[in-house]
């Protein structure tokens, strides 16, 4: 498997890598993605003593108006918290797969959120599509952000979209960890019907839930 032979959004060819870690500006863009995560995450949990001083410190009457606040704040935390903690997920993937080119197509989804259309590795004819989005605190995301504008239309991807992947814009940039539900839900069967065991094998190093045999 190959990098895909394209050039960034600098011009800078793109050389063949085995895997996306190997090439210096995916390690660069996941490090670049770690503190902002990390930034925002920290933002949110320093915001909460003066949430809850306000709160204490409000009238009775006015806490109608800080409630609202104290619970989107409580919110965007956990959303923050999520986004930190798939960044050991995109690391992961990006140590076995390499970057596929813009070979992911993005379009809108239901209820604002965006979804990412990938063929399939072993028929690509046919494709997969994974999404991102759709929760509140969500819609103003750069992936969905950029989807409704028409801004960004295709997309590098690493990863099998049968169970997870990262997405990104050229660069790369903006790194975006996908999953299916089965390849990550213990709840749920992970899909082994129609997939080869080399391709099991990598889905599995990449922490995706395969199944036995």
């Not at 997309?155 to 814009?169: E, H, K, L, Q, S």
Request: overall charge positive.
């Amino acid at each position: 498997m190959i990098h895909g032979g394209g050039r960034d959004r600098n011009g800078r060819r793109l050389t063949h890598y085995k895997t996306a870690w190997e090439d210096p500006a995916t390690r660069q863009a996941w490090r670049r993605t770690a503190m902002f995560r990390c930034a925002a995450l920290l933002g949110w949990l320093l915001g909460f003593p003066t949430w809850l001083f306000a709160v204490v410190m409000t009238p009775t009457w006015l806490l109608v108006l800080w409630l609202p606040v104290l619970w989107v704040g409580i919110w965007y935390t956990l959303l923050a918290m999520v986004a930190v903690t798939t960044l050991r997920g995109i690391r992961r993937v990006l140590h076995v797969y390499p970057w596929q080119v813009d070979i992911a197509d993005v379009r809108a989804k239901k209820k604002g959120s965006t979804q990412f259309v990938v063929p399939v590795p072993e028929r690509p004819e046919k494709s997969v599509s994974l999404g991102y989005g759709g929760l509140i605190g969500t819609g103003q995301h750069f992936w969905v952000r950029t989807m409704k504008s028409g801004e960004v239309t295709s997309a590098w991807f690493a990863g099998d979209p049968r169970y997870v992947g990262v997405v990104a814009t050229a660069g790369p940039r903006n790194l975006l960890w996908v999953s299916q539900r089965e390849a990550t839900d213990s709840r749920m069967s992970p899909r082994k019907r129609g997939v080869s065991p080399e391709a099991r094998a990598l889905a599995r190093a990449a922490g995706a839930r395969v199944g036995e045999g």
